[in-house]
């Protein structure tokens, strides 16, 4: 819905004000990838996502194909720095509808994630026995991905940190503001700010369990995970 306020003064001073409101239908746009935020240092970045039977998508003014209601683009990224990427459908009898991505490439990922500085003192067992308190610091954890689940531009990775007691389990959520390619089993490291706990069922112990969460802003693979992927790719 779209409103506008108006104010007329007659001859008489006296003041009348009132509002048009016009209910608008907006063109459907849902973004899959890569996210409202991206840092990355490949040379492109993938747009793809959903939009309405009928509607068009223009990714920086250049119309793209659609297919059957989803698009799929590769953007080229030729130089270094920050850009907004604008993402707009349009559909007859809609208004169009904007999404901003956020990229901001870099010449080495690692190298970049290095300058982000972390506390190396807020430990796994620290972050366990009360995250309230550290909320919003700068963290880092290495672990493996047990589950991971992508949608809509966002992630939510499922980590078993490394550094954690023998004989005891150390889950950790973390979300991550873009698609990720990262695998079940992959070892990656993850660096973000905590972001006290998260609640959630789980289906292997039937019952409602309570891990810290971490808002990562890098998601890296370790050199295992690096090998790792290799050998997938190689495989296929």
């Known amino acids: 819905a779209f409103s506008h306020p108006y104010r007329i003064e007659l001859p008489s001073c006296e003041v009348r004000q009132w509002n048009v409101t016009l209910d608008v239908p907006v063109a459907t746009l849902q973004l899959e990838r890569p996210g409202s935020d991206v840092i990355t240092d490949r040379e492109g970045v993938d747009i793809t996502g959903v939009v309405a039977a009928g509607g068009r998508i223009f990714v920086e003014n250049v119309e793209i194909p659609v297919i059957e209601g989803r698009f799929s683009h590769r953007q080229a990224l030729p ?18 509808a904007t999404r901003v991505v956020h990229v901001r490439r870099v010449s080495n990922l690692a190298a970049e994630a290095a300058t982000y500085r972390v506390d190396p003192a807020i430990t796994y067992a620290r972050l366990k026995q009360n995250s309230s308190a550290v909320r919003g610091q700068r963290v880092a954890f290495r672990g493996r991905a047990y589950n991971v689940q992508s949608e809509l531009g966002s992630s939510v990775i499922q980590l078993l940190v490394t550094d954690c ?15 990720t390619d990262v695998s079940v089993d992959e070892s990656i490291q993850v660096l973000g700010t905590v972001a006290g706990d998260q609640q959630f069922r789980s289906t292997r112990e039937s019952r409602v369990v309570t891990v810290p969460r971490v808002d990562a802003v890098f998601v890296l693979p370790t050199a295992d995970g690096e090998a790792a992927s290799r050998a997938r790719r190689q495989a296929r």
Do not use: F, K, N, Q
């Open 79 to 96: 130089a270094l720095g920050p850009r907004a990427l604008r993402v707009r459908a349009v559909l007859a009898g809609h208004a169009p």
């Open 165 to 179: 007691p023998r004989g005891e389990r150390c889950p950790l959520w973390v979300t991550y503001p873009a698609a």
